[in-house]
């Protein structure tokens, strides 16, 4: 497309940045770049353009958007509490750094069954090939009948916190009075008192480091752990309501 349509490498760097946010939007573009303008047609928005009258800034802010908006989708998509199997009670718990005793105790199996799981790489390539394909986490999730916070953790591998940030459609605040409206419904199970994510997610990123332990002594929902599992903390958490089945 970019050789066909005489793109320069801003446009072309753009529009592989929009393919990545958004296989509808770059379709949509691609289609109407391979499209004539009908005689007397009025155009309404930026994607209705010819692509080669777009300037890289431009594509690249059809992206952003885009981006925003499935974060946006995401975000209010209403949860399950799954029952989960074992080998991803066993994977998850090893994520949140939880040490093999007490997985192997917790779960009422011996040490052999949690060390063969615990690793699970057969899942785990599973989920990043399905994430490589342009599935969101959501899919994913229910697809494999993985929690979210599981599938999120490994999408955001590899990403700074900053970059975490980004990818969550959060704001990252730097003065230290912190105001959140919004429950973020991605993390945790609905539950009183439920907190708002970011709030977790700006204590992490001041006050800790990628692999550092937060402990959680009532988890209520499970809105920290969710949010370690994102930003690569290990969380121990606990709480007097026992959900072995959604929240080992």
Not at 13 to 19: D, G, Y
Not at 53 to 75: F, W
Not at 120 to 144: D, K, P, Q, Y
Not at 162 to 169: A, D, K, M, V, W
Request: hydrophobic fraction near 35%; aromatic fraction near 8%; charged fraction near 30%.
């Amino acid at each position: 497309m970019s050789i066909q349509h005489r793109l320069n490498r801003s446009q072309t760097r753009a529009l592989a940045k929009l393919k990545d946010a958004s296989e509808e939007e770059f379709q949509e573009i691609a289609g109407i770049a391979q499209t004539p303008k009908p005689a007397g047609d009025v155009y309404k928005s930026a994607s209705d353009l010819n692509i080669s009258n777009l300037s890289g800034r431009e594509i690249e802010e059809i992206a952003t958007k885009a981006v925003r908006e499935k974060s946006r989708i995401e975000q209010n998509q209403p949860r399950k509490d799954l029952p989960l199997t074992l080998e991803v009670k066993i994977l998850v718990m090893a994520r949140l750094g939880i040490p093999v005793n007490r997985i192997a105790m917790r779960l009422k199996v011996n040490r052999k069954t949690v060390l063969k799981y615990c690793g699970n790489t057969s899942l785990l390539r599973i989920l990043r090939e399905s994430l490589s394909t342009g599935c969101s986490v959501f899919e994913t999730a229910r697809a494999n009948a993985c929690p979210e916070s599981l599938v999120r953790s490994i999408a955001l591998e590899g990403e700074t916190d900053q970059e975490r940030f980004r990818s969550l459609n959060w704001g990252l605040r730097t003065w230290d009075h912190w105001y959140f409206n919004d429950i973020d419904r991605r993390f945790g199970d609905d539950w009183p008192g439920r907190i708002p994510a970011q709030l977790v997610g700006h204590a992490l990123y001041y006050f800790t480091r990628e692999g550092d332990l937060v402990l959680d002594p009532m988890a209520g929902g499970g809105v920290v752990p969710d949010t370690c599992l994102a930003f690569q903390r290990k969380c121990w958490s606990f709480d007097i309501v026992d959900r072995l089945e959604t929240r080992p």
